[in-house]
Nanobody
């Protein structure tokens, strides 16, 4: 059973950067598509970014494209989300997720989820 654990969140200022990590245990995720989602208080969980199993294909939400970068290190069983030029509207709990087969932006198609890491952007 794959387990995911996020880290790297925190309280930052507008314009700051963070690197979020998602470490997998209990199995390898090297053959899984990995995604990042976020959920702000009172809002639905929304897609942020995803990466194919090989790392050769990535996809981003329009709201973060050009500011966030998803990457993975299959040897370390870890996925990353580099977040830059942070805005107050980026404040949310960030979750990583894993699924078989192709990239999708739909949360219900991901079978494995981490507990999340809080990112708070203060103005």
């Amino acid at each position: 059973q794959v387990q995911l654990a996020e880290s790297g969140g925190g309280l930052v200022q507008v314009g700051d950067s963070l690197r979020l990590s998602c470490a997998a245990s209990g199995g390898t995720v090297s053959s899984y598509t990995m995604g990042w989602f976020r959920q702000a208080p009172g809002k639905e969980r929304e897609f942020v970014a995803a990466i194919s199993w090989s790392g050769g294909y990535t996809y981003y939400a329009d709201s973060v494209r050009g500011r966030f970068t998803i990457s993975r290190d299959n040897a370390k069983n870890t996925v990353y989300l580099q977040v830059t030029s942070l805005k107050p509207e980026d404040t949310a709990v960030y979750h990583c997720a894993a699924k078989r087969l192709s990239i999708t932006t739909k949360p219900y198609e991901y079978g494995y989820w981490g507990q999340g890491t809080q990112v708070t952007v203060s103005s």
